[in-house]
């Protein structure tokens, strides 16, 4: 018997949620939902923390990251540290389909996308190249002068408490077909300003994204480094399983990350999903909300998530992009 079709996504997935709703009434699957629901995203040159016109790493070059999960048979692909192609969820569709692998990274990312005939672009718009020069002139540093210590920095660069927070957006996308099954995707360009080859969550599976048609699916935004240490989506998947509701699984999931021991300044936040079609968010940050739209709805609607502080410095900044 077919079930309610549902999409739920991170606020900046609005350009995107109305054709992956789509997918979904024709009768496709939550994978092909997905899909068509982030790559408006990595298309929109507005979006600075996906795909073109994400903000670029600390020497300037744009990466991406993202990952696709199959809640049928955990399948999963992933691609990290992509340069010059903007799809990163279809080529990360295209290692779990079509590699013996889960994660390509670096060169091999680019090359498999070369392979199955994407198109290179330059993802560094001049908006984007703007912010990220503006950003290093404040502390001195003009045409990547660096001097030896990159990774100084990029600790400095991040934690420079006299400017705002560096954004870190994503887009997570999560939906349920009408045969009930589960998909979650994941797309950005990560932490700007970060360390050259740096991979956060987005393509990490368990930490940034997790999809099991038994209990349901969740995924994160925000400072990566958070969930990665908390195998945070894989735990709230977890908690469903062990028989927590999906506002329990959520805030206990968030709270587990107050055992971090984090210097450095980011919101985190989480979308999910259950197997009956229930959705749910949290986020560190007050006021920030994520969208939801069913297979019966004409357009979506937006909803606050849960505030659950994970640290006093996350407390109540809303202002971050993630
Ligand atoms: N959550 C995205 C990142 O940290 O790269």
């Known amino acids: ?58 020497v300037g070059d744009v990466e991406l990251d993202a990952s696709i999960m199959d809640g049928r048979g955990l399948r999963a692909g992933a691609v990290g540290a992509l340069r010059h192609y903007r799809d990163a969820i279809a080529l990360s569709r295209v290692v779990m389909e079509d590699l013996p692998h889960s994660l390509i990274a670096g060169a091999g990312a680019e090359r498999l ?7 290179e672009m330059n993802l560094l718009t001049p908006a984007s190249d703007d912010q990220w020069r503006q950003r290093l002139l404040r502390r001195g540093i003009r045409d990547g002068a660096f001097g030896p210590d990159l990774r100084g920095w990029a600790r400095r660069v991040t934690r420079d408490p006299e400017l705002p927070p560096p954004p870190h957006g994503t887009v997570n996308v999560i939906a349920r077909d009408r045969d009930g099954n589960l998909a979650s995707g994941v797309s950005t360009s990560g932490w700007a300003w970060k360390y ?82 229930h959705h749910g968010a949290a986020s560190s940050a007050v006021g920030k909300t994520y969208i939801v739209q069913d297979d019966e709805m004409s357009s979506h609607e937006e909803l606050v998530r849960l505030h659950i502080p994970v640290t006093a410095e996350t407390d109540g900044r809303s202002a971050d992009k993630a």
């Open 196 to 277: 050259p080859g740096r991979l956060g969550d987005s393509p990490i599976i368990g930490a940034g994204n997790y999809a099991d048609n038994r209990w349901g699916a969740a995924a994160c935004t925000g400072r990566g480094e958070k969930a990665m240490r908390c195998c945070t989506a894989h735990s709230v998947v977890t908690f469903l399983r062990f028989g927590m509701g999906l506002t329990e699984a959520l805030t206990t999931a968030m709270e587990d990350m107050r055992a971090l021991d984090d210097p450095y300044r980011g919101q985190i936040n989480i979308v999910a999903l259950d197997r009956d079609g």
């Open 1 to 58: 018997m077919a079930v309610k079709g549902i999409v739920v996504a991170s606020t900046n997935g609005a350009v995107g949620i109305q054709a992956a709703i789509e997918v979904i009434r024709a009768g496709g699957s939550a994978l092909d939902a997905v899909v068509a629901g982030i790559e408006p995203v990595e298309a929109n040159p507005d979006d600075n923390s996906v795909g073109l016109a994400g903000l670029p790493n600390l």
């Open 113 to 119: 996308a070369r392979e199955v005939g994407m198109t």
